[in-house]
């Protein structure tokens, strides 16, 4: 039997001018990485020589023009940009967000024509791509699939989620509804049970104002917003409980009794899980067909060039995207060919006579001979031919004695 390919894992360069380049290629210099995935670098081959020089790493890369003829066991460089790159390392150019922006629009594309299987993007400068608010939202429109994408920040004991991401301060009540955040809510509820295998996940969501809200006086959107989101989602089976406030939930270590945590803006989540989180710390894109992670870090430009980057977090994104694509395989699986209905779950008449058991009179009757009905026979075959089902006669039953209906409940 012919082995199955490893999956194939799509780099973006991101900026280059920033550290996308150094924290790829010591992210696979581990020999071992080749082992798990075939990766396919979008990005330039003369820009990678010129990191590669800086930093005094040489991998051995394997120059191609198209995802088709990426290797397994070789380190893929897929060509997106003709010229050469003019590189200004540490400064943000209009040319490195120009760069990254052709690798991430290549990548897209060859998504969508089923080139690879999961993404990972090297960090970019927004100011740098004029109308880009991050990878989440573009990847989100240009799919143009119909799904809403939920950015979670995640390592082994933290997952945070936001309600808004990249949303002026100012801003930030406005923007916050309880439609929305009911929808992120679910979009992470069922990120954790699909793409992270938590079968029965606990989702905290913060407050807003501080001391949520002090009953309306530092604040109303805890009482008119939140609570009501909570509310609904726990009504339908959720496990969502809040609001809490964020400064008690982070400083007393209860995050660690949630398996995520929902918050409302960008720095009430980034701020602590950025605190608290170890260096394998990663951004992660769920709600979209596509897997997406990065690594938590930003484009490094105080670094670039100097060899002092950290690549545990993008060798750490490569593992969860591998994670992540595998357990929906799995979770989606048994999904695919559920078994057909029993009679009795969808009143077909037709299964009925695939599971009736024959009466042993008429069963061992001598050929050509079949006993008559009796009364309540008749009965019955008259009650299945209209499409009902017999009465069966109940006994009542007492009431358990000294039980309230509360209890009985319970």
């Known amino acids: 039997m012919e082995e199955e390919r490893k999956i194939r894992v799509a780099i973006t360069h991101g900026d280059t001018n920033g550290v996308g380049y150094e924290v790829i290629f010591k992210a696979f210099e581990d020999p071992t990485m080749l082992e798990l995935c075939t990766p396919i670098i979008y990005g330039a081959p003369k820009a990678a020589a010129y990191h590669s020089k800086a930093i005094g790493l040489e991998l051995p890369l394997n120059i191609i023009a198209n995802a088709q003829e990426a290797q397994e066991g070789r380190i893929n460089l897929l060509s997106v940009i003709d010229d050469e790159v003019k590189i200004d390392l540490g400064e943000g150019t209009?040319?490195?967000?120009?760069?990254?922006?052709?690798?991430?629009?290549?990548?897209?594309?060859?998504?969508?024509?089923?080139?690879?299987?999961?993404?990972?993007?090297?960090?970019?400068?927004?100011?740098?791509?004029?109308?880009?608010?991050?990878?989440?939202?573009?990847?989100?429109?240009?799919?143009?699939?119909?799904?809403?994408?939920?950015?979670?920040?995640?390592?082994?004991?933290?997952?945070?989620?936001?309600?808004?991401?990249?949303?002026?301060?100012?801003?930030?009540?406005e923007a916050i509804t309880k439609q929305k955040i009911v929808e992120k809510a679910k979009t992470f509820h069922q990120s954790l049970r699909r793409d992270l295998r938590v079968s029965s996940p606990r989702i905290a969501v913060l407050a807003l104002n501080p001391r949520c809200g002090e009953d309306g006086v530092l604040g109303d959107e805890e009482q008119e917003v939140i609570r009501p989101a909570v509310d609904e989602l726990s009504a339908v089976g959720m496990q969502v409980f809040g609001p809490y406030p964020a400064d008690d939930f982070f400083g007393?270590?209860?995050?660690?009794?949630?398996?995520?945590?929902?918050a409302m803006y960008h720095d009430q989540g980034q701020t602590p899980f950025k605190a608290l989180a170890k260096e394998g710390g990663l951004r992660f894109t769920t709600g979209l067909n596509l897997v997406r992670t990065a690594p938590s870090h930003g484009v490094g430009f105080a670094n670039a060039g100097r060899n002092l980057a950290d690549a545990s977090s993008m060798r750490h994104a490569v593992f969860t995207a591998i994670d992540v694509w595998r357990n929906r395989q799995n979770f989606d699986e048994p999904m695919q060919n559920p078994l057909p209905k029993l009679y009795h779950e969808k009143r077909d008449d037709s299964e009925k006579v695939r599971f009736r058991t024959p009466d042993s009179r008429q069963a061992f009757a001598p050929k050509g001979e079949r006993q008559p009905e009796t009364d309540t026979e008749a009965t019955q075959r008259q009650q299945e031919a209209a499409g009902g089902r017999p009465e069966r006669k109940r006994q009542p039953q007492e009431p358990a004695a000294n039980v309230t209906p509360t209890e009985a409940a319970e």
């Open 94 to 173: 209009p040319e490195g967000g120009e760069a990254a922006l052709k690798a991430i629009d290549r990548a897209i594309a060859d998504y969508q024509e089923g080139l690879f299987d999961v993404l990972v993007t090297a960090p970019v400068s927004k100011n740098a791509i004029p109308g880009f608010n991050g990878h989440t939202d573009y990847l989100e429109k240009h799919l143009a699939d119909g799904n809403k994408g939920l950015t979670i920040l995640m390592d082994d004991d933290l997952r945070v989620a936001l309600v808004t991401n990249n949303v002026a301060i100012k801003d930030v009540a």
């Open 252 to 262: 007393t270590g209860a995050f660690y009794r949630f398996d995520g945590v929902l």
